[in-house]
């Protein structure tokens, strides 16, 4: 038994059950640690050969008014009326970002907060085409109580259900078990990669199959651009792909999750995750996070995760910690990109990292709110 295993092992109980109930892999943690211990990290890098995607790759929506897009939206309006599509969002993390209040719990317009905003969603939905989308949250040890509290009574069966994350211990860059002042583990979420393992354990995915749903839309808690669009929705559907990845224009020095092809395979990488031999910034969208899964082909996904190394600072040391992202299952599950508008009344892009972002964009999301009836 190694030192890391043994401080593992040694951990109070109470700690243990937390981790246990969040699904922690101590296995995999102490695997993860050993480029660490041996004093040769592993590096973040893709290997392969990267190229841009291709027209094909990429591509974007009829023109509204054209019979094709009305023959989307008509596929859209269907799968929603017979309640085949379900929205899944990323509500999780430690909380850190606004002031240690849970996000999803702050008010994204005056009196209405994103949770609030989510919920009634899909309650217009289910006015619109007789059938209400569960509404899944996927939390973390750090928000799920809170939220849980938030929904009260709302929270319903597979309705409307929260869903935890995984839970794992941050490490010293010597891959030992970083142990705060106080005593104690330092507990971080591996990121959004842990949602299909996630859903698998809280069987919400497998009975939301078992009873008929098709297709799963993820979005996170801030961004209310990415919605349940009837007509995106069927390009969902009409591709025949299991997995579509909205994508906006880059501005700026945006960086993010961008669409190329990794020896000739389509795939979503992270800038972090590209060599210098490609130059990120000739491909001009990127990923905003929204994805469109068959629920089958989700629940039956066996993939060789990669988690990364992240470098943070606890208490004014650093430590390491690894995660997982959901955009690398394009590397497994083919994937179409949705080319889609990132500013005006069909934003489908308007993130919310902190209050500072939130206090510039009240008006555009009381605009998008207004547009879609939950105002």
Request: hydrophobic share 40%; net charge negative.
């Amino acid at each position: 038994m190694n030192k890391l295993e043994a401080q593992l092992d040694s951990l109070p109980a109470d700690v243990k059950q937390l981790l246990a109930d969040a699904g922690f892999n101590a296995a995999r943690l102490v695997s993860l640690a050993k480029p660490l211990q041996t004093g040769v990290p592993a590096d973040n890098l893709v290997k392969g050969t990267i190229t841009p995607p291709t027209s094909e790759d990429v591509v974007q929506l009829p023109p509204e008014g054209s019979a094709e897009h009305a023959r989307l939206t008509e596929l859209g309006k269907a799968a929603l009326a017979r309640g085949e599509y379900a929205l899944v969002v990323l509500a999780g993390g430690m909380a850190t970002r606004m002031g240690g209040v849970v996000k999803a719990l702050v008010d994204a317009v005056p009196g209405k907060s994103f949770l609030d905003l989510r919920l009634r969603e899909v309650e217009v939905i289910r006015e619109r085409y007789g059938k209400q989308p569960p509404l899944w949250f996927m939390t973390s040890a750090s928000t799920d109580e809170k939220i849980k509290t938030a929904l009260g009574d709302r929270r319903k069966d597979d309705e409307v259900a929260t869903f935890i994350q995984e839970l794992s211990l941050r490490l010293t860059p010597q891959g030992d078990m970083y142990v705060g002042a106080d005593g104690r583990p330092s507990e971080h979420a591996p990121g959004h990669g842990d949602l299909p393992d996630a859903l698998k354990r809280s069987g919400l995915l497998e009975r939301f199959v078992a009873r008929g749903g098709k297709t799963l839309m993820m979005t996170n808690v801030d961004n209310l651009g990415g919605t349940l669009d009837p007509t995106v929705l069927g390009f969902h559907l009409a591709h025949g792909l299991p997995v579509t990845s909205e994508v906006v224009d880059k501005l700026g020095s945006d960086r993010g999750g961008i669409p190329v092809r990794v020896d000739d395979k389509p795939c979503v990488l992270e800038e972090f995750r590209i060599p210098p031999s490609f130059d990120p910034a000739t491909v001009r969208v990127f990923n905003t996070n929204v994805f469109h899964f068959d629920a089958k082909a989700l629940l039956e996904l066996e993939m060789p995760w990669t988690f990364f190394t992240v470098t943070k600072k606890v208490e004014g040391a650093p430590v390491i910690q690894f995660e997982r992202l959901i955009n690398e299952v394009t590397s497994v599950l083919p994937t179409k990109y949705l080319h889609l508008p990132r500013t005006g009344e069909h934003s489908r892009f308007l993130p919310v990292k902190d209050n500072e972002e939130l206090a510039a964009r009240v008006p555009e999301i009381q605009a998008i709110a207004k547009s879609h009836g939950w105002l």
